[in-house]
């Protein structure tokens, strides 16, 4: 496919955005049309991802590189299995915000529409960014406009809860700037090659306390993004203080930038860190489920209670990762989407409420089903949707998540399924408070229920949560093959290490597969072998060791083909 399609997808909400410079503050609703126009058409661009997307490799497809700055600094895009749907969400969600926040924003309303799609464009260029420094770029470019979404539209407390988000998250990054540029210096070592090609990188394997150090960087930089125990303290100040907008997109999409950094850096990268640390990993994962829930049941503010939710959903989806199994990194990717979309949705429903209420303590409503029964109906499925049930998204997500934790502890699954216990007991409490009982309020009177405008935006979230609960292998084939190849990656990967000859030679251990993927090799979750090629950078001779690594691997009683 010849056509550009990722720097359209990614850089098209950047020319809405640059288009809306141009036209005046005053026409509000030609801003909105305009800024709407371009998410739709950026949405529409992306499905041509999805139906062009093959699943049976796990290369990355529809690739674009050339040359930027030089010395490794390239742009380089792509996507697999695992960025597909992350890509998706972010564009499938940007015309819903957009119009949830019609009639809500009217202070600034071009400066607005202009930062949320230039969030768009930071967003989805972390998602298809192959180059390293690249990536950074967008990591960071996206906390700018989020500053000011908060900082400008946000609540009464917006100063304190964006100079927290911004702060923490710009800590972890600028540790991470420091682990790429050493992974950089160590690349350029080994080869006398300057990159920052990540595919460039997963072939450089560091001893164990090199690893080590850089995983930490890189493992910080994303827990506080996703945010894990006991990095999380800056999400519920910022959920409560944005505008519903920003809520929707932060829980959305910001903190599945987290999730997505562990499984396409901070894992493959250093394999073996990845073992020493995982214990510690699962651990603050569990308490981030515990700790999440029980502070969700005790907020008397509703979108503090969705806010500290997504502590606990989040710290499942970790928990699933670090399974390091078919089961769980397939079910924590497709949780990243459920999670996704219930909460958002949830958000969006929080939204509505305050705009006929101005308020969001649980105490003020009541009986608002008896006015509103259309919204009740929405709720209630995006209530469910978010404490698992049966035939909605939640539930599959939340059994494969699970089932991948039980193949590699059955204490810590027993443990993780308090994430579903916990989350029925404050949705359906918080439910029934907010939409059954008696109207003490009198205020609740007067409200009119859900008009076509809310209507539009919810609806298609609805149906999505029916479509992946109901027929989730529409979602999981996709991800198949780039899963099982990033397994294997990092299962494999751990018996090599950078050897040095010398100060004047560099050997560069490489891993690189000797027999083709199978579609059936990949669907059973088969792991292929590695012939290891040991790379003289003197004299450019190529010795295959395969023999030899299995000849260590029997002394030690493994079997090499496993």
């Given at each position: 496919?010849?056509?550009?399609?990722?720097?359209?997808?990614?850089?098209?909400?950047?020319?809405?955005?640059?288009?809306?410079?141009?036209?005046?503050?005053?026409?509000?609703?030609?801003?909105?049309?305009?800024?709407?126009?371009?998410?739709?058409?950026?949405?529409?661009?992306?499905?041509?991802?999805?139906?062009?997307?093959?699943?049976?490799?796990?290369?990355?497809?529809?690739?674009?590189?050339?040359?930027?700055?030089?010395?490794?600094?390239?742009?380089?895009?792509?996507?697999?299995?695992?960025?597909?749907?992350?890509?998706?969400?972010?564009?499938?969600?940007?015309?819903?915000?957009?119009?949830?926040?019609?009639?809500?924003?009217?202070?600034?309303?071009?400066?607005?529409?202009?930062?949320?799609?230039?969030?768009?464009?930071?967003?989805?260029?972390?998602?298809?960014?192959?180059?390293?420094?690249?990536?950074?770029?967008?990591?960071?470019?996206?906390?700018?406009?989020?500053?000011?979404?908060?900082?400008?539209?946000?609540?009464?407390?917006?100063?304190?809860?964006?100079?927290?988000?911004?702060?923490?998250?710009?800590?972890?990054?600028?540790?991470?700037?420091?682990?790429?540029?050493?992974?950089?210096?160590?690349?350029?070592?080994?080869?006398?090659?300057?990159?920052?090609?990540?595919?460039?990188?997963?072939?450089?394997?560091?001893?164990?306390?090199?690893?080590?150090?850089?995983?930490?960087?890189?493992?910080?930089?994303?827990?506080?993004?996703?945010?894990?125990?006991?990095?999380?303290?800056?999400?519920?100040?910022?959920?409560?203080?944005?505008?519903?907008?920003?809520?929707?997109?932060?829980?959305?999409?910001?903190?599945?930038?987290?999730?997505?950094?562990?499984?396409?850096?901070?894992?493959?990268?250093?394999?073996?860190?990845?073992?020493?640390?995982?214990?510690?990993?699962?651990?603050?994962?569990?308490?981030?489920?515990?700790?999440?829930?029980?502070?969700?049941?005790?907020?008397?503010?509703?979108?503090?209670?969705?806010?500290?939710?997504?502590?606990?959903?989040?710290?499942?989806?970790?928990?699933?990762?670090f399974a390091l199994n078919v089961e769980g990194v397939e079910g924590a990717i497709y949780q990243m989407l459920n999670h996704g979309l219930s909460t958002g949705a949830l958000f969006l429903i929080?939204?509505?409420?305050?705009?006929?209420?101005?308020?969001?303590?649980?105490?003020?409503?009541?009986?608002?089903?008896?006015?509103?029964?259309?919204?009740?109906?929405?709720?209630?499925?995006?209530?469910?949707?978010?404490?698992?049930?049966?035939?909605?998204?939640?539930?599959?997500?939340?059994?494969?998540?699970?089932?991948?934790?039980?193949?590699?502890?059955?204490?810590?699954?027993?443990?993780?399924?308090?994430?579903?216990?916990?989350?029925?007991?404050?949705?359906?409490?918080?439910?029934?408070?907010?939409?059954?009982?008696?109207?003490?309020?009198?205020?609740?009177?007067?409200?009119?229920?859900?008009?076509?405008?809310?209507?539009?935006?919810?609806?298609?979230?609805?149906?999505?949560?029916?479509?992946?609960?109901?027929?989730?292998?529409t979602f999981l084939r996709k991800m198949d093959s780039s899963v099982v190849h990033l397994l294997n990656r990092v299962k494999n990967r751990q018996r090599v290490f950078v050897q040095e000859a010398?100060?004047?030679?560099?050997?560069?251990?490489?891993?690189?597969?000797?027999?083709?993927?199978?579609?059936?090799?990949?669907?059973?979750?088969?792991?292929?072998?590695?012939?290891?090629?040991?790379?003289?950078?003197?004299?450019?001779?190529?010795?295959?060791?395969?023999?030899?690594?299995?000849?260590?691997?029997?002394?030690?009683?493994?079997?090499?083909?496993?």
């Amino acid at each position: 496919m010849n056509f550009p399609v990722l720097s359209v997808v990614t850089f098209l909400p950047l020319a809405g955005a640059i288009l809306l410079i141009f036209l005046p503050a005053e026409k509000k609703n030609l801003l909105r049309y305009a800024a709407l126009a371009f998410a739709l058409a950026t949405f529409a661009v992306s499905l041509t991802l999805y139906f062009n997307f093959d699943a049976t490799t796990p290369l990355p497809q529809f690739e674009e590189k050339s040359a930027w700055l030089g010395y490794g600094i390239n742009y380089h895009l792509g996507i697999d299995g695992i960025s597909l749907y992350l890509v998706l969400l972010t564009t499938f969600l940007l015309p819903i915000v957009l119009l949830s926040s019609w009639t809500y924003i009217e202070k600034r309303i071009k400066e607005y529409l202009i930062f949320m799609l230039l969030l768009e464009t930071g967003i989805i260029g972390v998602f298809v960014s192959l180059n390293l420094f690249l990536f950074y770029v967008f990591w960071e470019a996206m906390l700018i406009p989020m500053y000011f979404l908060i900082g400008v539209w946000g609540g009464p407390r917006r100063i304190y809860a964006t100079l927290k988000f911004v702060l923490m998250t710009m800590f972890g990054s600028l540790l991470m700037l420091v682990a790429i540029f050493v992974l950089y210096a160590y690349y350029y070592r080994a080869t006398g090659i300057y990159s920052f090609n990540i595919f460039d990188h997963y072939q450089l394997i560091l001893n164990p306390g090199v690893q080590a150090w850089l995983f930490l960087a890189f493992a910080l930089a994303f827990a506080i993004k996703v945010p894990m125990f006991p990095f999380h303290t800056w999400l519920p100040d910022a959920h409560v203080e944005a505008p519903t907008a920003g809520s929707v997109i932060l829980a959305a999409v910001l903190l599945k930038m987290g999730t997505y950094g562990f499984l396409r850096f901070a894992l493959p990268l250093f394999p073996d860190a990845t073992e020493r640390f995982l214990p510690l990993l699962a651990v603050l994962s569990l308490v981030g489920i515990i700790y999440g829930g029980l502070m969700a049941l005790i907020q008397k503010d509703v979108k503090s209670l969705v806010a500290y939710s997504s502590v606990s959903h989040m710290g499942l989806i970790m928990l699933a990762v670090f399974a390091l199994n078919v089961e769980g990194v397939e079910g924590a990717i497709y949780q990243m989407l459920n999670h996704g979309l219930s909460t958002g949705a949830l958000f969006l429903i929080v939204g509505i409420l305050y705009e006929r209420a101005h308020t969001r303590l649980i105490k003020d409503f009541g009986g608002v089903s008896h006015q509103m029964p259309v919204f009740a109906a929405f709720f209630l499925v995006c209530m469910l949707s978010s404490v698992g049930l049966p035939g909605l998204n939640g539930f599959v997500g939340e059994v494969l998540c699970l089932f991948g934790v039980f193949r590699v502890s059955t204490l810590m699954a027993i443990l993780g399924v308090t994430t579903v216990i916990l989350a029925a007991a404050y949705l359906l409490w918080m439910y029934q408070r907010v939409m059954h009982g008696p109207i003490t309020n009198e205020k609740i009177w007067t409200f009119k229920d859900m008009n076509l405008r809310e209507i539009a935006y919810l609806a298609p979230i609805v149906i999505m949560m029916f479509w992946m609960g109901i027929y989730p292998e529409t979602f999981l084939r996709k991800m198949d093959s780039s899963v099982v190849h990033l397994l294997n990656r990092v299962k494999n990967r751990q018996r090599v290490f950078v050897q040095e000859a010398g100060p004047a030679r560099e050997k560069l251990a490489v891993a690189k597969p000797v027999e083709a993927w199978t579609q059936e090799s990949m669907a059973e979750g088969t792991a292929i072998k590695n012939a290891v090629i040991e790379v003289d950078m003197i004299t450019g001779n190529w010795a295959k060791k395969e023999e030899k690594l299995e000849a260590e691997d029997k002394e030690r009683g493994e079997n090499p083909d496993e």
